[in-house]
């Protein structure tokens, strides 16, 4: 594991700086070109700021189970970092108790998720499994209800219980939930749609599903 690692933009940053990890060093245009920033950051977004941390601090999945409530996220193979973040900025704001991704053939918290989470990642608790559909049964035997989105579904997230401790399953891009995840699910959902493109985006969903289920817990600033 490296001993370090760059993280880059206004919000990711201040985030670090308010979050687990300690921030070794910073950069800012005040202090070096934008090409160097660029140099650092890997890319051309730093908002005139980079910052050197400590790596990514994954928790502990069975961390994740321990709240009687708790509503965790589990991701299947969402290899775009983008979409990963978005999830995880989603699932922070709605007051998830984290996001599970697997090991392997899936996106991990780089810069480019920090960034993309708008340093949600710094606050919001992680996990890596080395395979979901274990893991989801692990869920189950803890007390949790998994319920799988999937586009086909006949139930609709709307008419769905989605308080007490549940874990919310979404596929990856263009490829939904692998079989044996889906097999998984106690339930499978759908988000209803009208409009003339087939599905949502993984990380609108995941929003529509978090915010569904935070309003039915009646948490802070759902309606």
């Known amino acids: 594991m490296a001993a370090s690692e760059f993280i880059y933009g206004r919000r990711p940053v201040a985030e670090a700086e308010r979050g687990r990890r300690r921030v070794l060093r910073k950069w800012t245009s005040d202090d070096t070109d934008a090409a160097e920033l660029t140099r650092l950051a890997g890319s051309p977004d730093h908002q005139g700021i980079v910052a050197e941390v400590e790596p990514y601090p994954y928790a502990d999945p069975g961390s994740l189970l321990r709240e009687p409530d708790g509503l965790v996220v589990a991701l299947d193979q969402i290899?775009?970092?983008h979409n990963l973040g978005a999830v995880c900025r989603s699932a922070e704001v709605a007051g998830a108790s984290g996001v599970v991704i697997p090991e392997r053939r899936a996106a991990g918290v780089t810069a480019a998720v920090c960034k993309a989470s708008a340093?949600?990642?710094?606050?919001?608790?992680?996990?890596r499994v080395r395979n979901l559909a274990d893991w989801l049964a692990e869920a189950r035997d803890a007390g949790a209800w998994i319920y799988g989105a999937d586009a086909e579904a006949d139930a609709t997230y709307a008419?769905?219980?989605l308080t007490g401790k549940v874990v919310l399953v979404l596929g990856s891009e263009g490829k939904?939930?692998?079989?044996?995840?889906?097999?998984?699910?106690?339930?499978?959902?759908s988000i209803p749609v009208r409009g003339r493109v087939g599905s949502l985006n993984v990380s609108t969903a995941a929003a529509v599903l978090l915010f569904e289920a935070a309003?039915?817990?009646?948490?802070?600033?759902?309606?």
């Open 176 to 189: 939904g939930l692998r079989p044996r995840v889906a097999s998984g699910c106690d339930l499978l959902l």
């Open 215 to 223: 309003r039915q817990r009646g948490l802070a600033g759902a309606s």
């Open 119 to 127: 340093g949600a990642v710094e606050h919001l608790p992680v996990a």
């Open 159 to 161: 008419d769905t219980d």
């Open 79 to 81: 290899q775009d970092p």
